[in-house]
């Protein structure tokens, strides 16, 4: 993961569970990620040093970024928005989800420990992308993002396929008692999101974007749930909470070919 100074990249056909198993996967869903080209970072020691820009050229496609703010917008991306969000504009955009039908986009998200999400609709070629801290989730980002692919390309929830990445999971994401009631009273129906154990309470990000997810008609089995917490990951993945300011950041990526 990126430090101040250096970002540590790959490209790999290998067997993606090789460096940790970030997915459960099923055998045919295992065969069909190692068939796909892929970039890659992590901290473990088998990958390579490479500057920042490195990242983005072996994408070979605009890669599109928007000022991350922690609330509920999302942007359909257009043909006009792309040199701005490809270029040093893009803090111009204040969103925290983007859309686009354009193909060979990229729609990057960076976290160090909120919970990135890709969606894509394949009936629709539709891709997008969400970062969702515990704000943005408190916001329903994620049901947004659903209801704007079917608001403006007519997409069917139910045809959305959703990856939520790497992020801190309910075991390290300890809330205080305001941010706690105020979970518990916009979520009455899930009190199981907080956890309360050994004077700590935590908050269960993943469960809470999955669930905002179905209650919007996406289908369970078409949302692919990372296993691996941010905080924990201290060889692999940064974590803001663990590392503060130093913290480094995972980017992630959809598009379209």
Same mark, same amino acid.
């Given at each position: 993961?990126? +430090?101040?100074?250096?970002?540590?990249?790959?490209?790999?056909? @290998?067997?993606?569970?090789? $460096?940790? =198993?970030? &997915?459960?996967?099923?055998?045919?869903?295992? @065969? #069909?990620? /190692?068939?796909?080209? /892929?970039?890659?970072?992590?901290?473990?020691?088998?990958?390579?040093?490479?500057?920042?820009?490195?990242?983005?050229?072996?994408?070979?496609?605009?890669?599109?970024?928007?000022?991350?703010?922690?609330?509920? @917008?999302?942007?359909?991306? /257009?043909?006009?928005?792309?040199?701005?969000?490809? *270029?040093?504009?893009?803090?111009?955009?204040?969103?925290?989800?983007?859309?686009?039908?354009? !193909?060979?986009?990229?729609?990057?998200?960076?976290?160090?420990?909120?919970? !990135?999400?890709?969606? &894509?609709?394949?009936?629709?070629?539709?891709? +997008? @992308?969400?970062?969702?801290?515990?704000?943005?989730?408190?916001?329903?980002?994620?049901?947004?993002?659903?209801? =704007?692919?079917?608001?403006?390309?007519?997409?069917? !929830?139910?045809?959305?396929?959703?990856?939520? *990445?790497?992020?801190?999971?309910?075991?390290?994401?300890?809330?205080?008692?305001?941010? %706690?009631?105020?979970?518990?009273? =916009? &979520?009455?129906?899930?009190?199981?999101?907080?956890?309360?154990?050994?004077?700590?309470?935590? #908050?269960?990000?993943? %469960?809470?974007?999955?669930?905002?997810?179905?209650?919007? +008609?996406?289908?369970?089995? $078409?949302?692919?749930?990372?296993?691996?917490?941010?905080?924990?990951?201290?060889?692999?993945? !940064?974590?803001?909470?663990?590392?503060? %300011?130093? %913290?480094?950041?995972?980017?992630?990526?959809?598009?379209? =070919?």
């Amino acid at each position: 993961m990126s +430090g101040k100074s250096r970002h540590f990249y790959g490209t790999n056909r @290998a067997d993606p569970m090789k $460096n940790g =198993k970030l &997915f459960n996967l099923e055998e045919s869903q295992k @065969a #069909l990620m /190692r068939s796909i080209p /892929r970039v890659f970072e992590t901290a473990e020691v088998d990958c390579f040093f490479s500057p920042e820009a490195s990242f983005f050229e072996k994408i070979t496609a605009p890669a599109c970024q928007v000022k991350q703010v922690h609330g509920r @917008a999302v942007l359909d991306v /257009r043909s006009e928005h792309v040199n701005d969000l490809s *270029g040093s504009n893009f803090s111009r955009f204040e969103f925290d989800g983007m859309l686009t039908s354009r !193909p060979n986009l990229v729609l990057t998200i960076y976290s160090a420990d909120c919970l !990135p999400l890709l969606f &894509f609709d394949p009936e629709k070629k539709v891709v +997008g @992308a969400v970062h969702a801290g515990w704000r943005g989730s408190f916001l329903n980002i994620s049901r947004d993002m659903v209801k =704007k692919i079917a608001e403006v390309y007519q997409g069917d !929830p139910a045809h959305l396929r959703v990856v939520c *990445g790497p992020s801190i999971h309910v075991c390290c994401f300890e809330i205080q008692n305001d941010v %706690a009631e105020k979970f518990h009273e =916009k &979520f009455p129906q899930w009190p199981d999101l907080i956890r309360r154990e050994k004077g700590r309470q935590t #908050l269960d990000l993943q %469960a809470l974007n999955r669930r905002q997810l179905m209650e919007e +008609g996406v289908l369970e089995n $078409n949302i692919e749930t990372s296993d691996v917490c941010t905080f924990c990951s201290a060889r692999r993945l !940064p974590s803001y909470r663990r590392d503060g %300011a130093r %913290a480094g950041r995972i980017i992630s990526g959809i598009r379209l =070919k």
